[in-house]
């Protein structure tokens, strides 16, 4: 790594607006240094390549805003065994702290934010209910036809009412 760039990471204050590095840039010499591919890291850290292009490019509306972003950061920065700290003050610097991590009140957290359905894709909670209520219909229904034909034992049946089903 250069001198200058060692430097940059290291004091990201002294560096002037015009010479200091982007993350993007950075991490993708520092991967390249190492001589992997985009497909390589990707693999290993479990985000996509597309998602690391972008990263790499500085193309901050085509990711993930707020934690993921800073996740995306931090992982990559591990991977490449490098200041992890420093790539996230980089970040700050290009999108600002604001952006990155927004802050959220836990007093009003709870009445802030909408609640959510956490059904799987969109799916209303209703329908599983009447999934369970058609099982048990139908769990109902074979076992009147196993008394009825005399598959379930005498000792099973602790009703009158279900002995008097019997044929």
């Given at each position: ?6 430097e ?6 002294s560096a002037?607006d015009?010479?200091?590095p982007q ?5 993708k010499?520092?991967?390249?240094t190492?001589?992997?591919t ?8 479990k ?6 292009r972008?990263l790499?490019?500085?193309e901050?509306?085509?990711?993930p ?9 931090k ?9 992890a ?5 980089l ?5 600002g702290?604001?952006r990155?991590h927004?802050?959220v ?8 934010l909408?609640?959510m359905?956490?059904?799987p894709?969109?799916e209303p909670a209703h ?8 099982l048990?219909v139908?769990?109902c229904a074979f076992?009147?036809?196993a008394i009825d034909?005399?598959?379930v034992?005498?000792?099973w049946l602790?009703?009158?009412?279900l002995?008097?089903?019997?044929p």
């Amino acid at each position: 790594m250069s001198e200058s760039l060692a430097e940059a990471l290291l004091h990201p204050e002294s560096a002037d607006d015009a010479a200091s590095p982007q993350v993007g840039s950075t991490l993708k010499a520092l991967r390249e240094t190492r001589g992997l591919t985009l497909g390589e890291v990707s693999a290993r850290i479990k985000y996509s390549a597309a998602q690391l292009r972008h990263l790499e490019a500085n193309e901050w509306a085509r990711l993930p805003e707020g934690v993921p972003l800073r996740g995306l950061v931090k992982n990559y920065a591990r991977f490449l065994e490098t200041d992890a700290e420093a790539m996230l003050r980089l970040l700050d610097d290009a999108i600002g702290p604001g952006r990155a991590h927004p802050a959220v009140h836990a007093a009003t957290a709870r009445h802030a934010l909408p609640q959510m359905d956490m059904t799987p894709r969109g799916e209303p909670a209703h329908r599983t209910w009447a999934w369970l209520l058609l099982l048990l219909v139908l769990f109902c229904a074979f076992g009147f036809y196993a008394i009825d034909r005399g598959w379930v034992p005498d000792q099973w049946l602790v009703f009158d009412w279900l002995k008097a089903l019997r044929p």
